[in-house]
């Protein structure tokens, strides 16, 4: 992962009203953020860009979330992105479903947006230490 990357953060959902609303809450919380409306665009924009946090909606057109998580995680490199599930389907099965796929984390909707930003920046932060730390032992 680029140094740069560690703040770069993708969300895909077919709800443009939900969407423009996670992309403005990341934004405001320092994220640089790019939006997908359908999988196969969220993919195509993954492969573009390489963010370090890739949020999925699991019901999307074109290409469902845990298709594209399933995806990402055959094409990632090390270290792979965060990827998170925000979804209608909240029922256990549900949840193991997307944990198979390659989903981190699967929360229900209506998400708890302070959760997942919390979550995002716990993993942001240790990111940044660990570039931190490939940067002191190259020096």
Not at 37 to 47: I, K, R, S, T, W
Not at 54 to 71: F, H, N, S, T, Y
Request: charge should be neutral.
């Amino acid at each position: 992962m680029f140094p740069g990357q560690a703040h770069h953060l993708l969300v895909a959902d077919y709800d443009p009203g939900l969407l423009a609303a996670y992309v403005h809450y990341f934004e405001i919380h320092g994220y640089e953020v790019r939006a997908a409306q359908d999988g196969v665009d969220a993919l195509a924009e993954y492969c573009r860009w390489l963010p370090a946090f890739v949020i999925l909606d699991i019901q999307m057109p074109r290409l469902d979330g845990r298709k594209v998580a399933r995806e990402i995680r055959r094409r990632s490199c090390n270290p792979s992105p965060l990827l998170v599930a925000v979804s209608g389907l909240s029922s256990q099965v549900e949840r193991e479903l997307s944990l198979r796929s390659g989903f981190d984390h699967h929360f229900a909707k209506p998400a708890q947006l302070p959760v997942i930003l919390a979550m995002v920046a716990s993993h942001s932060r240790i990111s940044d230490a660990n570039i931190a730390l490939v940067h002191s032992r190259c020096d």
